[in-house]
């Protein structure tokens, strides 16, 4: 019988565990990658882009997003082989046909369940999900939230534009209510999912949010979550230039941005408007936004992603209005977790060093058997 | 004081009591006990799908039915021989199978005029001489029990749940079943409550005692060991049957096993049994929902994986959506459908073959699956072994239909030499990794060349250098793989994935005919668990002098190469089913042949001597 590596997980000879772990130069391993080989040599951008031609409409803002990835994979410094990216239906999930690695366009919602069983039976891969909003959220949110929970080490980017695209132009579930489409010609009655808010109400471990127009900071928070074992959730605003152009202008022009944006940064003070604004936490333990000057001392909030209960997480998303008045981007919540695919490997691990490795033939004949003949 | 000692050549009990009476862990003793013994057996729990039903209603009834003899035997058989009856509720529901002359074994205790009551009973049946057309064992179970264990520091109710081993003990003496095995179980099983364990072994022995010297049994059974073919025997249900075929197969093809799951009756003991196995390597993903199941197995498969999904019915019309996913991406996936009665909720803890056509066509699209069914508990083993050679040779998904009278059947199994399973790594390989160049002009891997045999595509596992490539839902070219809209690539693609499932026939061994005496006119075809009943009928139509023809079909699709010619060779071809004839519907459009159907959709198996006046029938007018 073929033997299989220490795991049980199959794979090619060279995807051994001698390699896996290994430091790099500046002796940092981003965190997601410890059971990842290591690449002898450093790609670029070019090495991941695919032969396919993109097909997303002119201005979409997945470009963007797709360029920023492609642009980010070579930091990982992981052989293109070992890179899988899964997504389900949808615009955003076309991108793994453009990514020069492995990878699958699943089904509808599916993406975080498909990439639960490679991840946890393949520690030594990195696997990203691609999804949007009608895709994590409305069929695939069964998945979303589990996938979430369990910690399994994935790393999950929402597009959301807050429409349905590729099917031409509905309301999606994080549409803001009232809104007018093909499928709500009175409006929207739905109120919206916050997708941040969701997933730390899933107990996510990693938990943050970018902008497809602003690529060195959607590229930090990619960074940041490959540098997280465990399951991060990235959700970035992404413009539909054709059904829902603008969704995020307010975020987008220029003299709005540093009133508007409240870019998180751990151990740093939350500071806002040019650094005249801050937060704190009203009586009834909402944050809200107040003037520094005129801020009591001590009462403003430094940002703080590691605490282990998610209620200050969960105030920092409440802030994020329908009209964008206070919107908070950046890492909102990164806490050390076990996860779950290294859980399995260590339960087996454990029975083995328990009892060996399974013997086939004493399974099969148990305890209580008879001889005839 | 002697008894009188009777021989018999076989005999069927039923334990029937509420279904906190304890009547399946009786019987699983019971059965354990005859196995160790020698004797053929087969067995049939029968459970109701609420966990705790109100006590003493007649939809709180449990019971278990094994037939045990001195010869090979095919079923749990037709009706008892002798009923234990825990409780009027059992007698009320269990009585009206129990032939006229019968033994009828009565826990007295629990006849009280509010237990009657609750299940209609306007008088004692115990008194009112209904019950006179049987031989009558009245006995006070509870109390005995109770009075047995008055020197035990337990709870009176703890003393009264012992009630089961007490009647285990009795029926152990009647048929003289050897008790050590149930000794150590009780041992093993309450190592950590000692009282409960010493009182458990009492109330076993009290029983056994009691057999022994009341005169409420005159006559001692005697039922010899079966010539079963020399080896090591256990006893063994088709879910661990499945379960153990499952890791066999996954250390065969030195694959790790990986079972994506979602709690179902009566499929959740496959999910309970192969998360005991992490010692070999087993992961058991335990899903939100079966569509995660489903979805996470086909992940791991993509990962090089073995990777099974187990789920019934309700499950399988979930998953499908992921199935057709399988069948478009061409990876391996094993989909263990354990049918119960449906549609819908249906019967959870009752049989049927309902699933077939679910199986085979239950999917958007032209969307062709191989589908294969286990005969008996045992043979459940052999079935996934199958399924799992079939899944990695030809990178496709495979259905497994077993159901529940399979899964919670047991029989006794001949474990088998290790040494002589079936090498499952030589029916696959994985993609070696390539550099660019070995692609020629096209300088890329192409996912979707196939082996020009098989028609299966190469298993490229993610980690492999030089063979990065996108796979998806969405229709691919021809060869290479890349999204395809092409009308004509269409057709293509479609009649490809069609010719490499048709081609699996020929990889598969003929459908064998048992016609002794070559004269058969008649041919019984069926498929799946009504392997046992439809063989017992057969042979006592035989025994009763006719010649009918019984074959009996492993693989649903593609069927075997030679079941065109077999169908022709005969005048009638009757086809039995625990559905309303869907495997008929199939032979008919596949073959043009006028089979006839016979079903029955009860949630139970064929009775044999019924399906044998059936066979009659059809012979009569051959």
């Excluded at chain 1, 998180?264 to 909402?286: D, I, M, T």
Aim: charged share 20%; with cysteine; net charge negative.
């Amino acid at each position: 019988m073929p033997e299989t590596n220490g795991h049980g997980a199959p794979g090619p000879g060279k995807a051994g565990a001698g390699k896996a772990g290994a430091g790099n130069g500046d002796g940092h391993r981003l965190a997601s990658l410890t059971l990842v080989p290591r690449a002898a040599t450093r790609s670029a951008a070019k090495d991941f882009k695919s032969d396919q031609e993109v097909r997303w409409c002119p201005g979409c803002g997945d470009y963007a997003i797709l360029a920023a990835f492609q642009a980010f994979l070579p930091e990982l410094e992981v052989p293109r082989e070992n890179i899988v990216v899964i997504s389900g239906i949808g615009c955003s999930s076309r991108l793994p046909y453009y990514v020069n690695s492995y990878g699958m366009h699943s089904i509808h919602g599916r993406a975080p369940a498909i990439a639960t069983g490679l991840a946890t039976s393949r520690p030594d891969l990195s696997v990203w999900v691609i999804t949007g909003d009608g895709d994590a959220l409305s069929i695939g949110g069964n998945h979303l939230i589990h996938a979430l929970r369990r910690n399994v080490n994935i790393k999950i980017l929402l597009f959301n534009n807050r429409i349905y695209g590729l099917t031409k132009g509905q309301y999606s579930p994080t549409s803001e209510r009232g809104k007018v489409t093909k499928s709500t010609p009175f409006g929207s009655l739905d109120h919206p999912f916050n997708p941040v808010s969701l997933a730390l109400g899933a107990d996510a471990s990693f938990v943050a949010r970018t902008i497809d127009s602003d690529r060195r900071h959607l590229t930090s928070v990619l960074r940041a979550a490959a540098d997280h074992q465990g399951a991060a959730f990235i959700e970035i605003y992404q413009n539909c230039p054709i059904f829902n152009d603008d969704a995020f202008a307010p975020l987008k022009e220029a003299d709005a941005t540093a009133e508007r944006l409240i870019k998180l940064e751990h151990g740093e003070p939350v500071r806002f408007g040019a650094g005249s604004k801050g937060l704190r936490f009203s009586r009834h333990g909402e944050l809200e936004a107040v003037e520094v000057a005129a801020a009591e001392e001590g009462t403003l909030i430094t940002h703080d992603a590691h605490r282990a209960d998610p209620s200050y997480a969960f105030a920092l998303s409440r802030l994020d209005a329908a009209d964008f008045r206070h919107t908070p981007v950046g890492v909102f919540r990164k806490v050390e977790q076990p996860s779950y695919d290294q859980l399995m490997a260590e339960q087996i691990d454990a029975a083995r060093s328990r009892s060996g490795p399974g013997d086939l033939a004493a399974l099969l004949a148990g305890n209580d058997t008879w001889e005839v003949g | 004081m002697t008894k009188q000692v009777q021989k018999l050549d076989h005999v069927i009990i039923r334990f029937a009591g509420d279904s906190g009476d304890g009547m399946q862990l009786a019987g699983d003793r019971f059965t354990q006990e005859t196995a160790v013994f020698g004797n053929d057996l087969s067995t049939m729990p029968n459970f109701p799908a609420e966990i705790r039903a109100p006590a003493g209603t007649l939809a709180g009834v449990s019971s278990f039915q094994l037939q045990f003899a001195d010869h090979d035997i095919l079923t749990p058989g037709d009706a008892p021989d002798v009923l234990i009856a825990m409780n009027p509720a059992a007698l009320k529901a269990n009585i009206k199978d129990l032939p006229r002359g019968r033994d009828l074994i009565v826990n007295t205790d629990e006849f009280t005029k509010r237990n009657l009551t609750k299940v209609g009973y306007e008088g004692s049946p115990l008194e009112d001489n209904s019950l006179e057309p049987y031989n009558v064992h009245a006995v006070p179970i509870t109390s005995m029990t109770v009075k047995a264990l008055e020197d035990y520091e337990i709870t009176r109710k703890d003393a009264e749940r012992a009630k089961n081993m007490f009647a285990l003990g009795m029926l152990s003496w009647l048929y003289d079943r050897p008790a050590e095995g149930t000794l150590s179980f009780l041992k093993a099983k309450f190592a950590t409550k000692p009282e409960i364990m010493a009182a458990n072994v009492a109330a076993f022995r009290a029983g056994w005692n009691f057999g022994e010297t009341t005169e409420a049994f005159s006559v001692r059974y005697e039922v010899k060991p079966a010539p079963l073919k020399p080896g090591t025997y256990r006893n063994i249900s088709g879910n661990t049957a499945l379960a153990y075929g499952l890791v066999a197969a996954s250390q065969l093809a030195g694959l790790p096993l990986f079972l994506g799951s979602y709690p179902i009756t009566p499929a959740s003991d496959i999910l309970h049994e192969l998360a005991k196995h992490k010692r070999f390597g087993v992961r058991t993903f335990q899903a939100e929902d079966e569509i995660s199941a489903v979805g996470a197995a086909l992940g791991a498969s993509f990962g090089g994986s073995l990777a099974v999904t187990s789920t019934s019915g309700p499950g399988m019309l979930l998953k499908a959506e992921t199935v057709g996913l399988a069948v478009s991406v061409e990876l391996p996936l094993i989909v263990c459908d354990i049918q119960r009665a449906g549609p819908s909720t249906g019967m959870p803890t009752k049989t049927e073959q309902g699933d077939l056509l679910a199986a085979m066509f239950g999917r958007n699209g032209e969307s062709p699956v191989p589908v294969i069914a286990p005969a008996s508990p045992a043979d459940c083993f052999n079935a996934a072994i199958e399924a799992a050679r079939i899944a990695v040779k030809y990178r496709t998904p495979v259905i497994l239909l077993s159901d529940g009278s399979l899964a919670n059947g047991s029989e006794p199994w001949r474990i088998p030499d290790t040494d002589s399973l079936p090498d499952l790594s030589r029916e696959f390989a994985f993609a070696e990794p390539a550099d660019p160049a070995d692609f020629g002009a096209a300088g890329e891997f192409e996912p979707f060349r196939r082996d020009p045999v098989t028609l299966a595509r190469p298993w490229a596992i993610p980690g492999t250098p030089g063979l990065e490539h996108r796979i998806g839902g969405i229709e691919k070219a021809d060869i290479t793989g890349t999204i395809s809209y092409d009308p004509d690539n269409h057709d293509r693609m479609v009649r490809l994935r069609q010719a490499k499932i048709d081609g699996i026939a020929a990889d598969l061994a003929p459908v064998e005919v048992d016609d002794p005496d070559g004269a058969a006119r008649v041919l019984v075809l069926g498929w799946g668990s009504t392997f046992g009943s439809i063989g017992a009928a057969v042979r006592r139509a035989r025994n009763a002098g006719h010649s009918v023809a019984q074959a009996h079909l492993r693989h649903l699709n593609p069927f075997p190469p030679n079941l065109a010619d077999v169908l022709r060779r005969y005048d009638k071809v009757l086809v039995p089913e625990i559905n309303l004839g869907q495997l008929a519907l199939v032979l008919r459009g596949r073959f043009l042949v006028d089979v006839i159907s016979y079903n029955q959709v009860r949630g139970l198996p064929f009775r044999a001597a019924e399906l044998a006046g059936v066979i009659e029938d059809v012979i009569g007018h051959a």
